[in-house]
């Protein structure tokens, strides 16, 4: 029931991005994605294509912008997807020159650099917020929400 659910998409995800600079209020990306393989780095790479696409839809809701004493200019963004594609979120996010603080395939590099030595914070900023489906069993929408991880919180309070 959940896997026909996840594949007709009868599912909400909500997540939270720690991203790279000001982001505006309300961003909607709706660019489509193509996946190829990077011999590099010997594993599938996904990017913003207009020749071999698949639709892909990302909505973004500024939470907070802030300046962070070591990294500088960065904001909490309230995320939702409208299409399930591998990547999505980090490909439109850096898309849109806003990348996501610790990605190491499609983020900046050298604040990734900074975010590990300075602040021993050595992953991805994007955490999966909350899920809500309805369950016919019940007859009701269920809410699934996770609290806010350490790391964010260190972020967010400026802290070192």
Not at 54 to 80: A, D, M, Q
Not at 137 to 148: D, G, V, Y
Request: charged share 25%; proline share 5%; with cysteine.
């Amino acid at each position: 029931y959940i896997n026909a659910m996840i594949r007709d998409r009868k599912i909400d995800k909500y997540y939270l991005a720690l991203v790279v600079g000001k982001f505006p209020q309300h961003l909607v990306i709706d660019k489509p994605l193509a996946r190829s393989y990077d011999k590099k780095f010997d594993r599938s790479h996904v990017k913003v294509d207009y020749r071999e696409w698949l639709e892909s839809k990302t909505e973004c809701r500024l939470e907070k912008s802030f300046i962070h004493p070591i990294i500088g200019p960065l904001s909490l963004v309230r995320i939702k997807i409208y299409t399930w594609r591998m990547h999505q979120i980090r490909v439109h996010i850096n898309h849109e020159w806003y990348p996501i603080l610790g990605d190491v395939m499609y983020g900046n590099l050298a604040i990734n650099r900074i975010l590990y030595q300075s602040l021993g914070i050595n992953r991805q900023l994007l955490h999966c917020r909350k899920y809500s489906f309805f369950d016919p069993f019940s007859a009701h929408t269920i809410f699934l929400e996770s609290p806010l991880p350490e790391d964010f919180q260190q972020l967010l309070s400026g802290k070192k």
